[in-house]
């Protein structure tokens, strides 16, 4: 029968190396045994502490008793034309603290999506339930910020995703943290989740293929350029100017044009690497030519590359780009010396728009017709 577990037993996702090791001697054993306890875990993704063969068998029955390992749960699952799965994801909020708040965790859902393609797979993660930011064209600005997700919430989500489709891996996993929340505005658990995703000897997913998008948060973008491992950076840029943006984006107020780009221009980049600007053109207001000349005059000088995303029509009131003007952009940005590419979003006929999903979940609707759940 198995132990019964400890009322206060330790949530051990997301727990770092040096952390692993200061619970196995909380537990009166060497501190290696936290090192390996980290090998089961994330380089093994071992979530049974029976299955974690590397540990002498008393200690896997007294971690049976006094921690516990939560992976978020798949609450719905949508699978898409295109292949791309949309998870709904349910955070217990067991055993985990927020320490500002002192108290434990609240439940809450989330979105993750998985995004297959001929040799690697992509997965979008959420760093926030809801997020307080508030740009008019995301869904998930109409929730507000329900809170912040720990470290093993956030680097859980890559785990689902891996293990739900185990059965049709590709060699390569990016990750991009462009789910709900605003990456920078939740550092601590971001950086934590981050090292050990990006951790060779831990869940193993290459600098190279991680990418972190934020709104613009300027304090977060310094300090991230201080980190010895860190994952490519994407700016939310959306904009041609501060009066279009703070439109949009109404943090920009707080971190107008001009702060952002003297932080990207300051930004340490390694040899292989180069900022990505998203910019979500909306039909009749930021796409215009001008837009484009002005964005290239804004990013000129940083090794730097612009995402085009067309805006896809939802719930908001904004409209489809032309496809002409969406031509015409690109071929500005391009002639002006600016990398540009259009990206279309994918599983866009199982609620595209990053919101949309828990926005449903929250107004508890049954989903709508177009939606087939897949299990
Ligand atoms: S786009 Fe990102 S930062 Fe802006 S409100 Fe939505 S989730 Fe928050």
Redesign the pocket.
């Known amino acids: 029968m198995p132990a019964a577990k400890h009322p206060n037993a330790a949530e051990l996702l997301g727990k770092s190396r040096e952390e692993l090791r200061a619970f196995a001697q909380s537990l009166e054993e060497p501190a290696f045994r936290g090192a390996q306890l980290y090998h089961a875990l994330y380089a093994e993704r071992k979530f049974d502490f029976a299955e974690m063969t590397n540990l002498p068998a008393a200690l896997r029955e007294c971690l049976a008793r006094e921690a516990r390992i939560t992976l978020p749960e798949i609450a719905r699952r949508y699978r898409s034309g295109d292949a791309t799965v949309r998870y709904v994801l349910r955070l217990a909020g067991m055993g985990t603290m927020d320490k500002k708040a002192k108290a434990p965790e609240r439940p809450a859902t989330i979105e993750t999506v998985f995004m297959p393609e001929e040799k690697r797979q992509t997965i979008c993660i959420s760093t926030q339930a809801g997020?307080a930011?508030?740009?008019r064209f995301?869904l998930?600005?109409t929730l507000g910020l329900m809170r912040n997700l720990t470290a093993g919430e956030i680097l859980g989500q890559v785990l689902v995703a891996l293990a739900d489709n185990r059965h049709a891996l590709k060699p390569q996993t990016n990750i991009v943290l462009m789910g709900?929340?605003?990456p920078l505005l939740n550092y601590d658990a971001v950086m934590g989740a981050l090292r050990i995703l990006l951790d060779a000897e831990a869940i193993g997913i290459s600098p190279k293929r991680a990418t972190l998008s934020t709104?613009g948060i300027v304090p977060g973008i310094e300090r991230l350029a201080q980190e010895k491992v860190r994952p490519k950076l994407a700016i939310?840029l959306n904009a041609s100017s501060d009066a279009q943006r703070n439109e949009v984006m109404p943090i920009n107020r707080k971190y107008p044009l001009e702060k952002l780009l003297a932080a990207c221009r300051k930004y340490p980049l390694r040899p292989w690497e180069k900022l990505t600007f998203e910019y979500v053109l909306l039909g009749g207001f930021n796409d215009a030519p001008e837009d484009a000349r002005r964005v290239a005059r804004l990013v000129n000088g940083l090794r730097a590359k612009v995402n085009l995303i067309p805006w896809n029509p939802g719930d908001l009131p904004y409209e489809k780009p032309d496809p002409a003007r969406i031509e015409e952009f690109r071929r500005i940005l391009t002639y002006k010396g600016v990398p540009a590419f259009v990206r279309y979003s994918r599983g866009q006929d199982v609620m595209a728009a990053?919101?949309q999903l828990a926005l449903l979940e929250a107004a508890a609707k049954q989903p709508l017709a177009q939606i087939s759940p897949a299990s």
């Open positions: 997020c930011v508030d740009c995301c998930t600005a709900q929340g605003e709104s939310s990053c919101g």
